[in-house]
């Protein structure tokens, strides 16, 4: 069973840095890729940066250059590096892991989220 968890949302100023992390288990057998989304009230969840199984990395153009996503612990842990965050940055903030191979079979986890609020 694959469970995904997300922790490190908390409240900073315009400018500072935050970093948050993504944990997911019963994956260690699978193939796997791994994304943050970003979701505000009444708007839909967008992209963020993904990695996928083979290292491959993708940010939204509003992120890049500021976030830096990676893995950790045999690819079971993500980790979304923050920088000179935003008020636009202020967000819910989900992990997303997409099963599609090895033991497992192809399927999608979301996690529950994390909240991140930027201050001006």
């Known amino acids: 069973q694959v469970q995904v968890a997300e922790s490190g949302g908390a409240s900073v100023q315009a400018g500072g840095s935050r970093w948050l992390v993504c944990a997911a288990s019963?994956?260690?057998?699978?193939?796997?890729?791994m994304s943050w989304y970003r979701q505000v009230p009444g708007k839909e969840r967008e992209f963020v940066s993904s990695?996928?199984?083979?290292?491959?990395?993708r940010y939204a153009d509003s992120v890049a250059g500021r976030f830096t996503v990676s893995l950790q612990h045999g690819k079971t842990m993500m980790t979304l590096t923050m920088n000179n965050l935003n008020p636009e940055d202020t967000a819910m903030y989900y992990c997303?892991?997409?099963?599609?191979?090895?033991?497992?079979?192809?399927?999608?986890?979301w996690g529950q989220g994390t909240q991140v609020t930027v201050s001006p």
């Open positions: 990695i996928d199984d083979d290292g491959t990395m």
């Open positions: 997303k892991v997409d099963t599609h191979g090895g033991t497992c079979e192809k399927a999608t986890y």
């Open positions: 019963g994956v260690t057998n699978c193939r796997h890729d």
